[in-house]
């Protein structure tokens, strides 16, 4: 029998698909850190492929020009991220790891301090660009890679990740008149 699910249902349903696909792993990196392992979630045909759907839909016709995808997880779903949005795909890296001219910023991490890079010439001015992560926590490495972009005369028009940690607050880090778009709050 085909069951009929509202829109709200639905949605419900696949978040809870993808949070079962979600690993938790303890101690990771550090003492005391809960890592968010979405290996198990990019093994899964069904989920790989919803996931891209579902971090494209709310930002198609929004007329982006790149997607950021950061160092290093935000590479995975970035570039299709890109390609569904008709976009191009710029990666922040850590430092010394992209080859030619940069642009660095610090951020901190809820266990320590690092930094990122891009590309000198990655962005021009009036560039519509959405950043994307697998994860927000306390919104460091997301509010580093705003600088960034605004450092080079784009614009963020919005934020994308697969998980957030709630409990870090890590959305007020980030530009309040733009959208912040999480498929998983945990």
């Known amino acids: 029998m085909i069951e009929n699910k ?4 639905s949605k419900k349903s696949n978040i809870e698909l993808l949070k079962k696909n979600i690993r938790n792993v303890p101690d990771f990196p550090k003492p005391g850190i809960q890592f968010k392992d979405i290996t198990p979630l990019l093994q899964n045909s069904e989920t790989l492929l919803l996931t891209s759907k579902m971090l494209a839909e709310p930002f198609l016709n929004k007329e982006v020009n790149y ?3 950061l160092e290093s997880r935000g590479f995975i779903f970035g570039p299709r991220l890109a390609q569904d949005l008709g976009a191009g795909f710029i990666p922040i890296r850590k430092p010394g790891k992209l080859p030619v001219e940069t642009v660095e910023a610090s951020y901190e991490l809820e266990y320590g301090v690092d930094s990122v890079e891009m590309h000198a010439d990655a962005l021009q001015k009036g560039d519509k660009v959405l950043i994307h992560d697998d994860l927000i926590a306390t919104g460091g490495t997301a ?17 994308s990740f697969i998980i957030e940690l709630t409990f870090l607050e890590g959305r007020k880090s980030l530009a309040d008149s733009k959208p912040v778009e999480v498929l998983v709050s945990v």
Do not use: F
Not at 6 to 9: E, G, L, V
Not at 146 to 159: C, K, N
């Open 6 to 9: 509202t829109m709200a249902d």
């Open 67 to 69: 997607v950021i995808g």
């Open 143 to 159: 509010k580093a890679a705003t600088e960034l972009v605004q450092h080079l005369g784009a614009e963020v028009i919005g934020y």
